[in-house]
């Protein structure tokens, strides 16, 4: 069974930074973060293949970075200058076998 676990979220004031990561239990190529904000749909944020390929949402290029430990399985998301609007659910996201998976999501609060 494959299964993601979110961690770092947390509350951080405006332009400070948070890490988040997701630990999936299984070796998972095609890994993306995303993102629901209060009353919004959701949003891709960023993604990154084994090899390193990564793949930036607009509203987050230069801020943002993926990366992954491909021997620990796990995705990373180092988010800088954060930003009110960053405010949301943060979920993983993983493609595996021609399946989605999802993490139960991580809560990032920005306050002004």
């Known amino acids: 069974q494959v299964q993601l676990v979110e961690s770092g979220g947390g509350l951080v004031q405006s332009g400070g930074s948070l890490r988040l990561s997701c630990a999936a239990s299984?070796?998972?190529?095609?890994m993306g973060w995303y993102r629901r904000a209060p009353g919004k749909e959701r949003e891709l944020v960023a993604t990154i293949r084994r090899g390193g390929t990564t793949t930036y949402a607009d509203f987050v290029k230069g801020r943002f970075t993926i990366s992954r430990d491909n021997a620990k399985n796990t995705v990373y998301l180092q988010m800088n200058s954060l930003k009110p609007e960053d405010t949301a659910v943060y979920y993983c996201?993983?493609?595996?076998?021609?399946?989605?998976?999802w993490g139960q999501g991580t809560q990032v609060t920005v306050s002004s």
């Open positions: 299984v070796n998972i190529d095609f």
């Open positions: 996201n993983g493609l595996y076998f021609g399946h989605s998976y």
